[in-house]
């Protein structure tokens, strides 16, 4: 936009968006990238934004084909592709958990659906009624959405981000393919050793998807999550191993995974239960803002607006708001059976979903979607869920343990999808405001994008489940014939934390001694002001999976620190104008890798997926050994060497790379011992 704050289409203007060639392609991106955010959702338990990526394959896609496509019709496709990605990511946290507790044994194609549809549309909705608040009155920044808006200008105007991401999905693809489909080496190098009465790990994981995420995340996420791995795998492990036992296991790594799987996960659950508390809290003057200031927000009947101010109209869209919490109640007295916990339910949903999502709207407004706390958000959802059904279902109507478990997870799972789209919706809605959409037209867009999402969501991860098992626990419960061991078994850690939760507050089993340990860590996190839902994280995950985030957030500070030292020749003072610009650029093109490598990767997931289904096994099929441990991580190492040098591609020309590691590496020290300095701490 202008200085004047004018769109880059001005409102007097009307080239084309919503077409049909627009729709067809935004649902096949949409599939792919629900489809791609799924399994990297479960696989490693967070997602990446696809607008970005999905607004450089609309780019390629439409522009191959077409020769008069308009900047508005890549907005509607990137729209269309990134609902289906931010509704996978609050179903892949939630719906699993029926399969962790056992409540289902398959995915349920049709439930999964209706709660899809239900929290999705309700999301888009709330979101709809506050664009005009948000994004043109208190013209709050979205980073993120500013971000895409600078991408899908770049393509109109010409750029190398289309080529690169394109480069990036291919090799990122060809990856996945040899590790995940033909097994040429480990996904994942293990080993651990007695050590002075305990024992000892190290292990990462081979995947170049985990580490491009660590480097759009950064050094300082990615760091809190590695600590976080690091406090579970290499401190409270060995200490708990020392003082009660180790389990009987065929070998130490085995042994070492089963402690930490049966005890020091929940230590996860205790630091994520109480950082998600207090993230809220902590952010509670921004909630009450955004929510008095959309309440009290009226529209002018006489005013007349303009063709990039035009929504949806408001009457509608509050009435349909009304007809889902109405269907939202059937669909909890069809699946529950009880008419009072319906009606409870459905109201709570209402009431609830409303204010995560416009929580979720406004906090992505001032740091962006992928910042925003959903998971913090859906285990607030959850407690207060938890306790409307233990005294609606327990006290009041005496129900089965299975069912108060199932009645929570229904309304928490449409909560949670609400909000997860929520922030998703805003940072595309402010793209199209910059770009001069017309948004009535891209909010249609994005309710194709959801229902998209909605339908193909179920048969996904039927599909994953069917292939590798979603979740350890549901593994174990009914292991595949080829795995017996579940070592391909997605981890889905918010989902296990989930079930949980749950499992614990209405089955009493849940591991008070170590829950509780992990809300005293949350509570010194907090004191020390650190993030403490990324080290809460951390602690749930393996380490194996932080290690390749940490090198992703590593190969990134590197890159910014290098083109700072390059344009200003040091570390010390703050960086210049120029430099800014210069490490912006990098970060930028590394992003645009790190999300093609991600994509490709995941939809290789999903497509050998298919292949496993089919009994299709290209490992035999050609015969292929796999490669041992030292040649495992030498084959990851050449992809992590393409990595950095497509990344670091826009890093200005010049410079010793000796003179600026060593100049890096001096930074890096002296920032982390005024990091651990009293005063910094307190």
Not at 351 to 379: D, E, L, Q
Not at 487 to 516: H, K, R, S, W, Y
Request: with cysteine.
């Amino acid at each position: 936009m202008s200085a004047a704050g004018e769109p880059y289409i001005p409102a007097s203007e009307s080239p084309k968006e919503l077409t049909l060639r627009v729709i067809i392609v935004g649902i096949v991106l949409g599939i792919l990238m629900t489809a791609a955010n799924a399994y990297l959702g479960l696989y490693a338990g967070m997602t990446v934004s696809a607008s970005i990526p999905a607004a450089v394959m609309s780019m390629i896609i439409l522009r191959t084909l077409f020769n008069d496509v308009s900047i508005l019709e890549n907005n509607a496709v990137q729209t269309m592709a990134s609902a289906g990605e931010s509704l996978a990511a609050g179903i892949i946290f939630t719906v699993p958990a029926l399969l962790v507790i056992g409540i289902w044994d398959d995915i349920q194609w049709l439930d999964t659906m209706i709660i899809a549809l239900l929290g999705g549309l309700l999301g888009t909705m709330f979101t709809i009624a506050l664009r005009r608040l948000f994004i043109v009155e208190e013209a709050l920044p979205y980073p993120e959405g500013v971000a895409c808006r600078e991408v899908l200008v770049a393509g109109e105007e010409g750029g190398e981000g289309a080529l690169a991401i394109l480069y990036a999905l291919g090799i990122g693809a060809i990856y996945g393919l040899m590790v995940k489909g033909f097994k040429v080496t480990h996904h994942k190098v293990e080993a651990a050793w007695d050590f002075a009465g305990t024992r000892l790990y190290s292990g990462m994981d081979l995947s170049i998807a985990l580490l491009s995420v660590g480097y759009i995340v950064g050094i300082r996420i990615a760091s809190f999550i590695f600590l976080g791995g690091v406090i579970g795998f290499l401190v409270l492990v060995p200490m708990y191993g020392l003082i009660r036992g180790w389990p009987v296991a065929p070998d130490l790594v085995t042994s070492f995974d089963l402690l930490w799987a049966s005890q020091i996960r929940y230590v996860g659950v205790g630091a994520m239960v109480v950082g998600g508390i207090y993230t809220l809290w902590s952010m509670r003057k921004t909630i009450f803002t955004g929510l008095s200031k959309a309440l009290k927000k009226k529209e002018s009947s006489n005013e007349k607006l303009l063709r990039t101010e035009i929504d949806l109209p408001l009457d509608k869209v509050l009435m349909f708001c009304g007809v889902l919490v109405a269907l939202t109640f059937l669909y909890y007295w069809w699946a529950t059976g009880s008419l009072v916990l319906a009606i409870a339910g459905a109201l709570f949903l209402g009431v609830v979903a409303f204010f995560f999502a416009a929580v979720a709207g406004y906090i992505a407004g001032v740091v962006g979607s992928s910042n925003s706390p959903v998971s913090g958000m859906t285990i607030a959802t959850l407690l207060f869920t938890v306790a409307l059904v233990w005294v609606v279902g327990d006290f009041f109507l005496g129900l089965a343990t299975e069912e108060l478990m199932l009645a929570t997870l229904l309304i928490a799972a449409i909560v949670a999808s609400s909000a997860a789209i929520a922030g998703d919706v805003m940072q595309d809605l402010k793209t199209g405001h910059m770009v001069g959409a017309t948004p009535w037209r891209q909010q249609t867009a994005e309710i194709i994008g959801v229902i998209t999402g909605a339908i193909i969501i179920g048969p996904t991860l039927q599909l994953l489940h069917n292939s590798y098992r979603i979740s350890n626990t549901a593994c174990i419960r009914n292991p595949l014939p080829d795995d017996p061991t579940c070592e391909d078994a997605l981890f889905a850690p918010q989902a296990e934390l989930i079930g949980a939760i749950v499992q614990g507050a209405f089955g009493g089993n849940l591991n008070i001694e170590m829950v509780l340990l992990g809300a005293v860590i949350a509570v010194v996190l907090i004191v020390l002001r650190m993030p403490v839902m990324s080290v809460a994280i951390g602690i749930y995950l393996p380490l194996a999976l932080s290690v390749p985030i940490m090198v992703g957030g590593i190969i990134s500070y590197f890159a910014l620190s290098a083109a700072y030292i390059r344009i200003d020749g040091s570390l010390k003072e703050e960086p210049s104008d120029d430099a800014k610009r210069a490490a912006k650029e990098v970060e930028n093109r590394g992003v645009l890798i790190g999300a093609g490598f991600i994509a490709g990767e995941s939809l290789l997931g999903v497509l050998i997926a298919v292949l496993k289904v089919r009994d299709i096994n290209l490992q035999i099929l050609f015969g292929i050994t796999t490669l041992n441990d030292v040649l495992s991580l030498l084959f990851f190492g050449w992809f992590v060497a393409v990595f950095i040098w497509l990344a670091t591609r826009a890093l200005p020309k010049g410079g010793h790379l000796l003179t600026e590691t060593v100049l890096i590496l001096e930074n890096a020290v002296r920032k982390l011992i005024n990091a651990f300095k009293l005063k910094n701490l307190r």
